[in-house]
């Protein structure tokens, strides 16, 4: 198994900015940062958790099929939502993603994201098998 450190960048500006990567593996790991619904610059999915939710999950998966991993990998996901009482469109979402993988999850509710139209963010770990 190689410990090589290997970089997915999906594109953002602030990736450089900021000095972080959408995801990294090194060995059969993969770790995907905070990922919010935003596509080049452009929020998905205004006012719609769901949609934005459906949206991170999309990117994500993108993400770890990027560095050689499969969706089936992921072993935990953690949820931040600015409102918990929408807490079951996120769910909903995470489950027909996830029903059969079921990962080791958190939701918890956050004050705030860095951009206010930003209703839920996502991160994921994943083992390569």
Do not use: C
């Amino acid at each position: 198994m190689s410990n090589k450190r290997e970089l997915y960048s999906s594109g953002a500006e602030w990736e450089d900015i900021a000095g972080y990567s959408r995801a990294v593996r090194v060995g059969d790991r993969i770790e995907v940062a905070g990922t919010t619904a935003m596509i080049d610059g452009q929020l998905i999915g205004e006012g719609d958790i769901y949609l934005q939710t459906k949206t991170i999950l999309q990117i994500i998966k993108n993400a770890i099929e990027g560095l050689g991993g499969d969706i089936k990998d992921v072993v935990r996901t953690k949820m931040y939502v600015t409102d918990i009482s929408q807490w079951e469109l996120v769910a909903k979402a995470h489950g027909e993603m996830f029903s059969k993988i079921k990962p080791a999850s958190t939701m918890v509710e956050v004050t705030a994201l860095i951009d206010p139209d930003l209703l839920v963010e996502i991160e994921a770990s994943v083992i390569v098998t």
